[in-house]
């Protein structure tokens, strides 16, 4: 366990513990500086006495220090406290802003949509990014990075998430800290003509001119829309289908340049200019030629955060290879991460980050204990076992986040990257002469024919492992407590492996053993629930109950309603499922459940529940003073001026009322 005695990893592990805290704590921003400020002078103290007297808690102040550090630049970055922040000049009433683009996000099938800054809210400079949403049909082009928009709107708050276990797209946004959006439609805005460019304005026009010059090319659509996110970045053309056989092959992060695709790169440019280290100052010119190339790529593809993050931890391996120090490999990364994330706190919480790191540090971990475990004499075979290595000590690294964020585990990852990764070379640079020549209009038609045909093998091969549903598993049950759990167990295996004594196999064994009880926990608590829930559909209405690990399902089925089960299903760790159309009457410990539809025929009982859907012609006045409610609940279904109504008489009555739309789904308990 040398690779945790180096300074980097220690002051990176307390910068991360500060950034979870500031995040999650929002202490307030006076009270943190204070203590951060106090800590730098006992710091400077007591290394004073660290070099005179060897004082013995220098080391731990310092720790403290990093991880009052971590908590500060959370809370300076927290809208919260800017005064600057567009938060504490907004308007009851409609506001006028000035909003710039950031960054061009993949459409919905309503509406086009942008994070976007805000630059002016009513006259007034402001800073702060928001979530801006276009209707579909009411834009018939779309917004480039760095163009200005004059709106008039009233920023709304992100909704948090309405159904059980759905995703939690507010909780996403706060951790790129933003907390507001715009709907608008075409009469609401004006473009400005007089807007400033930006070094991500550039890049993106750039990135839009090459994009334009592919498609005049003798390319598939489906081959350029992979083209442009292997070597761009642009994803918004694949296609449902072709990211689905990527993503059951286990092969999606080809699709996304990052950390793989940049780390290919390295290697081709470490083979390419070795020549150079004959000439004088040979490795410091290859060292710029390479740091001006792999910059160069980033900026090309849209300098996004995961290009720019992969960019920046491959620029400190890149210094670590010119210094001749492989060693050194799992200080750099450590040092590059300390670096990102002192610029960049809540990229922490990227999955993106966390998978390219996760990858990288364990494939320089486990990768050399796995080749001192084998070495073929044949050298194919050791190219094989090679990659395979790669491979392995990769997925042991994102597996667990993979199970946590995506529930998926494609079996056969193993084979799409044996049969993939060793042509990616190929594939990257071949594709960045293509880029090069097609931007000079000098692509040769046989070079076009050429490069379609590796990536539509490349496709091939990918669609037929996708095919094997067998060794594709899905919604597999994996909460935050299994995650930690897991990568506990995978240290613990990798420190028996470098050091196998039974001390070290004891905390393997007792890593498993907490697992499996937790499981089992989680199971026993998942047989004895049961549970009613009204979801929020619009036009719709599903009702879900769960008696043990089994779930029935009341409605008519929907795209939505389908993927809520699912997603439900998972969370909860249910067996067996079973659907029925929506019937009237429920009950649930005692508990007397009415749901009137659209006939709006009267209960003839006193209710604890009485649930309105699709909107039935009722006076809910009348029906109150006739039955016996104890609380009224209405769903997604309902016309809006109806639910209105039915608020305004609940509370005449004083009766509680609740709207899907507005609180979330319903739990009958």
Known sequence: MRQFNFISVKLTIALILGIIFGFYAEPKLHFVLTA????????????????????????LIASFTVVALGVSIVAISNPKNGKSHFLHQLKTD?????????????????????IVKAKNLNENKVTGKLVLRIASDSLGHSLQVD??????????????????????????????QIYHQLNITESQFLLQSNSQKTLFGYASSIRFSLIEKLKKENFGEEERAIIQALLLGQRNDISEDTYNNYKNAGAVHI?????????????????????????????????????????????????????????????????????NRPTNTFNIVALSMFFILLVEPLFLFQVGFQMSYAAVITIVWIYPKLQRFWHPENRSLRKVWQLLSVSIAAQLGVLPLSLFYFHQFPALFFVSNLVVIPFLGLILGTG?????????????????????????????????????????????????????????????????????????????????????????????????????????????????????????VFGKPTQLSKQLVSDYKTAERIDTISSYSLQNSFSIENSKIYVMDSLGIYPR??????????????NLERLLDSIKVKNVIVDGSNYKSYINRWRATCQKQKLPFHYTGEKGAYYFK
């Open 255 to 323: 699709l996304a340049v990052s950390g793989l695709h940049i780390g290919i790169l390295l290697l081709l440019l470490q083979f390419i200019l070795k020549p150079l280290e004959f000439l004088a100052h040979g490795k410091i010119i290859k060292l710029i030629a390479i740091m001006v190339f792999l910059w160069g790529f980033a900026f090309i593809a849209g300098l996004s955060a995961s290009i720019v993050r992969a960019v920046t931890m491959f620029s400190f391996i890149a210094y670590a290879l010119f210094l």
């Open 147 to 176: 163009d200005e928009l004059l709106v008039y709107a009233n920023a709304e708050t992100v909704p948090g998430p309405l159904n059980p276990n759905q995703f939690d797209y507010q909780g996403f946004l706060k951790k790129k």
């Open 605 to 618: 009982t006193e209710l604890d529940h009485l649930v309105l859907t699709q909107s039935p012609k009722i």
């Open 94 to 114: 409609k506001n006028v802003w000035v909003i710039k683009v950031d960054e061009i996000l993949k459409p919905s099938p309503f509406s086009k949509r942008y």
């Open 432 to 552: 960045i002469c293509v880029l090069i020549l097609a931007s000079l209009n000098i692509l040769p038609e046989f070079v076009a024919t050429f490069y379609n045909f590796l990536i539509g093998s490349m496709n091939s091969v990918i669609e037929f492992v996708a095919a094997q549903e067998a060794f594709v598993f899905r919604d597999i049950p994996f909460d935050s407590i299994q995650l930690l759990l897991s990568y506990s167990i995978v240290v613990f295996f990798v420190i028996f492996l470098s050091r196998p004594k039974f001390k070290n196999l004891v905390f393997v064994l007792v890593g498993l053993i907490i697992f499996q009880a937790w499981v089992v926990l989680k199971n026993v608590e998942s047989a004895s629930k049961e549970e009613l829930i009204l979801t929020h559909e619009i036009a719709n209405t599903t009702l879900l109950k769960q008696k043990g690990k089994h779930l029935q």
């Open 36 to 59: 951060l400020t106090i800590l730098i002078v006992v710091l400077a103290i007591t290394f004073k006495k660290q070099q005179r007297d060897g004082f013995p808690f220098f080391g």
